[in-house]
């Protein structure tokens, strides 16, 4: 279990993180959104100790990150990087020697990613030699060669294609099913909804909402949409618990005080004295939705 | 454990620079341009002099004193009798000759190519001078050979307090030529580290390497590898450098030889942990290979003034309070203590002074120069600034977070 507990960082006058918590559990897929400049990567950062947090605490299995513990997480910096002149093979070996894997178990794991990662034939070449796209997969073997316990992923992603988003998302299940606690940051808010467990959405250095995207889809304003053709403008709008009401999806699009029994056969009644009723359901909306509420909720407040 | 990975990254820098094409190339080059060096300083050292002097007609006479006179000009001079001046001057237009002495033995007419060399000339001068007195003398009833024996009995007898060095020659080569190295090694081998530096901060892969180790681990880890590289260098120059010395018969193997060569390594050691930390802050304050230079000059251009200033001082007056007070200083006690203890004019005290100054000296630029570097290795963009780099939490650009 990963737990990151009340960090704050300020940069100068800048306050970038303002006592961000969350918990990854074992076997967790967390998917980490936000706007750009939101204290996603410093949070990550701090995770494994490239930044020193201001206050606060990282814990990994209710024990406070140190230097040993942190070479048992996989990361994938923001920022792109490797060697440019060293060799594809020696490259992944050293960085799995750098975190404690003895040279055989290296060796070994640094065959196996190139492997299933494509990249077996280009083991001896240098890596300023690959395409970008080898590249990335690259990365990500150098996240994956110390076989870690937990994966912090700073939009791995970003800059993918199709098949390397597929390979990602497949080895992304593959950690999480071995138990193993896993978070990343992204912006395709579709494939976070996809993939993760759970989702955390950050703003301005905290955390405001945090859950499954079924809970928190739940948790979200009650909407109904409504297809009466025959009602006129503004039919909704003396109904008890309708908050409010626009046009879209076909019909209308009601904002409910509340999802009760009451509120929604008042709503039902209403439309059907307007004539025939075509269409009537819960809307639930997507992590887009949620995403969008949440960040402008906050700016409003 | 914690040293693992600092012996990993060691071994990464050594690998990666001793495998590149760049040390075996540069160091055969600068092999070559020290054995190229060595050959001309050799054909000077023992281009003694000699010349070919024919004599014709009367001045045959001069033969004996001609011989007798060279020596002491350092003139190693072979006689030819000519049978007339014509063949004679046609010999020193062929280049046969250096010169022809023809004509009265006390007034000889010299023919030469164009000047004639200035030791030659003072050998004719002496040998025209002994032919004249001689012939007074022996007008005068004196025998010029007795004279010459009662002259030869005269002279000082000198008693020095010291005895003198023998070797003086060979530890005045030897200290300068390894203030030399050190001087080389440490600019090149320290500009490496920044490089080296800058290049992982350029192309961003210290993140990853700094979620791994910590930053003195890396900083450490870098200026070991890197020394050990620039060490062996130095002993493969050093090497080739003793043994054609050896070879030439100038350099004498013995105690004082074996000693230099330990201070020399010794304080190579301690130099480079100073210069390389001093380089590895100052790369970490810029993010682009091109900003590189601009941090590194000053320190460069410091070392190089104190380096040219030191190596005048050194040849000048190795005894001097100049170079005595540059010596114990730390930033220059690596490049001039070995020289001076190779010169044998290092009293004890002054060496162990100097050791203790730089050891601590080194730990203090160590504990700066980390902090610069922890502070500043992950920051991307503009270049840090120094005041930032010292703080306890140095500010972050709001981009990156």
Redesign the interface.
């Known amino acids: 279990m990963l737990e990151i507990d009340g960090i704050s960082k300020r ?2 006058s ?1 306050v ?1 993180l303002d006592g961000m918590s969350l918990t990854v559990r074992p076997g967790e897929l967390y998917g980490f959104v936000g706007a750009n ?6 949070t990550m ?1 701090i995770a ?5 947090a ?1 206050a606060g605490e990282v814990r990994l299995g209710g024990r406070p990150l140190d ?2 513990s ?2 048992r ?1 996989g ?1 994938m ?1 923001e ?8 060799a594809v093979g020696t490259q992944l070996r ?2 799995a ?4 894997r003895s040279a055989a178990q290296a060796r070994e794991a640094a065959d196996r990613w190139t492997e299933r990662l494509e990249l077996a034939e280009r083991r001896g070449d240098e890596v300023q030699r690959l395409s970008l796209g080898n590249q990335q997969r690259v990365q990500l073997a ?1 996240a994956l060669v110390a076989e870690p316990d937990v994966l912090v992923l700073d939009e791995p992603f970003s800059g993918l294609d199709p098949m390397a988003v597929d390979v990602m998302s497949e080895v992304l299940r593959e950690r999480r099913d071995a138990g193993a606690p896993v978070v990343f940051s992204s912006h395709q808010l579709e494939l976070v909804e996809r993939l993760c467990d759970r989702v955390g959405i950050v703003r301005a250095g905290r955390l405001v909402a945090e859950g499954a995207v079924a809970e928190l889809r739940d948790a979200s304003a009650a909407e109904v949409v409504v297809d009466a053709p025959h009602a006129p403008p503004g039919w909704a709008d003396a109904v008890p618990g309708v908050a409010r009401a626009r046009a879209a999806e076909g019909g209308t699009v009601l904002t409910l005080t509340d999802a009760s029994e009451t509120t929604l056969g008042a709503v039902l009644d209403a439309a059907r004295r307007t004539g025939p009723v075509h269409e009537f359901r819960r809307r639930r909306p997507t992590l887009a939705e949620i995403y969008r509420d949440a960040v402008a909720e906050e700016a409003a407040a | 454990m914690s040293l693992r990975p600092v012996l990993l990254i060691a071994r990464r820098e050594f690998a990666s620079r001793v495998r590149g094409k760049a040390f075996v190339v540069g160091t055969l080059v600068v092999l070559v341009l020290l054995g190229a060096y060595a050959a001309v300083l050799a054909t000077l050292a023992s281009d003694d002099d000699t010349a070919r002097v024919g004599v014709t007609g009367p001045a045959v006479a001069l033969t004996g004193p001609l011989e007798r006179a060279a020596p002491a000009q350092g003139l190693t001079l072979t006689v030819v009798p000519e049978p007339d001046v014509a063949a004679g001057e046609a010999a020193v237009r062929a280049g046969d000759l250096d010169a022809l002495v023809g004509g009265d033995a006390a007034r000889p007419r010299v023919f030469v190519e164009s000047e004639p060399d200035a030791a030659l000339e003072r050998t004719i001068v002496a040998a025209t001078t002994a032919v004249a007195r001689d012939a007074y003398l022996a007008g005068r009833g004196v025998d010029p050979a007795a004279l010459d024996a009662a002259v030869a009995e005269s002279g000082p007898v000198v008693v020095a307090a010291e005895a003198p060095d023998p070797q003086a020659g060979q530890r005045l080569g030897l200290g300068l030529a390894g203030a030399f190295l050190l001087f080389f090694s440490i600019q090149s081998y320290g500009a490496m580290v920044a490089q080296g530096v800058v290049e992982e901060k350029a192309s961003r892969v210290v993140e990853i390497v700094l979620s791994s180790v910590r930053p003195w681990q890396l900083l450490l880890g870098k200026v070991l590898g890197l020394g050990a590289v620039g060490l062996l260098q130095l002993v493969v120059l050093g090497g080739a450098g003793l043994a054609v010395a050896g070879a030439a018969g100038v350099l004498v193997a013995d105690v004082g030889l074996v000693s230099t060569l330990v201070s020399v390594l010794v304080w190579y050691l301690l130099g480079f942990a100073l210069y390389a930390t001093v380089f590895a802050a100052a790369g970490s304050l810029v993010s682009r290979q091109e900003d590189t230079q601009s941090v590194l000059s000053p320190v460069t251009i410091f070392v190089l003034l104190g380096f040219v200033v030191g190596f005048n001082l050194l040849t000048y007056d190795a005894r001097g309070t100049a170079i005595t007070v540059l010596s114990l200083l730390p930033p220059f006690s690596p490049l001039f203590m070995p020289a001076r203890i190779a010169l044998g004019v290092a009293p004890v005290g002054q060496v162990v002074l100097a050791f203790v100054l730089t050891i601590a000296f080194t730990a203090g630029v160590l504990a700066l120069g980390g902090r610069i570097y922890a502070n500043s290795v992950l920051r991307t963009g503009a270049r840090v600034s120094l005041r930032e780099a010292l703080g306890r939490r140095a500010p972050e650009r709001a981009g990156d977070r």
């Open positions: 940069f100068g800048t970038a400049g939101a204290g996603k990567t410093t950062r494994l100790g490239v930044l020193a201001d230097a040993a942190r070479r997480i990361y910096p920022e792109r990087g490797l060697y440019p002149r060293m050293y960085l020697e750098l975190r404690g150098a």
